[in-house]
Nanobody, 123 residues
Framework: QVQLVESGGGLVQAGGSLRLSCAAS????IGWFRQAPGKEREFVAGINRDGDFTYYKDSVSVKGRFTISRDNAKNTVYLQMNSLKPEDTAVYYC??????????????????WGQGIQVTVSS
């Protein structure tokens, strides 16, 4: 079993930055997802175990603004979010895929989920 704990969320003004952290109890493929009010949860970014392959979903407008990375010495995956927009407001979740080799945008590939953390971007 993998425990995941997110941190770093909060309230920020548009144009600001936040860095989310996902502390994991074991090393695995990690994906970040988010769910805005009234919307379905969507994949944002993923990273493989070694940290040398990252994936951002094209249809989610975070490319160039969000960066996923990991520090395996700390068993932590980060999501650096810059130039935040009000539409980035959501609950952000990290999830672990213990079986895959690279990240997937599909929820069913992920075995374990964090509790979620709120990110609110004010205009």
């Amino acid at each position: 079993q993998v425990q995941l704990v997110e941190s770093g969320g909060g309230l920020v003004q548009a144009g600001g930055s936040l860095r989310l952290s996902c502390a994991a109890s074991a090393r695995s493929v990690i994906g970040w997802f988010r769910q805005a009010p009234g919307k379905e949860r969507e994949f944002v970014a993923g990273i493989n175990r070694d940290g040398d392959f990252t994936y951002y979903k094209d249809s989610v407008s975070v490319k160039g603004r969000f960066t996923i990375s990991r520090d395996n010495a700390k068993n932590t995956v980060y999501l650096q979010m810059n130039s935040l927009k009000p539409e980035d407001t959501a609950v952000y979740y990290c999830a672990a895929d213990t079986r895959g080799a690279t990240s997937s945008p599909y929820e069913f590939n992920y075995d374990y989920w964090g509790q979620g953390i709120q990110v609110t971007v004010s205009s």
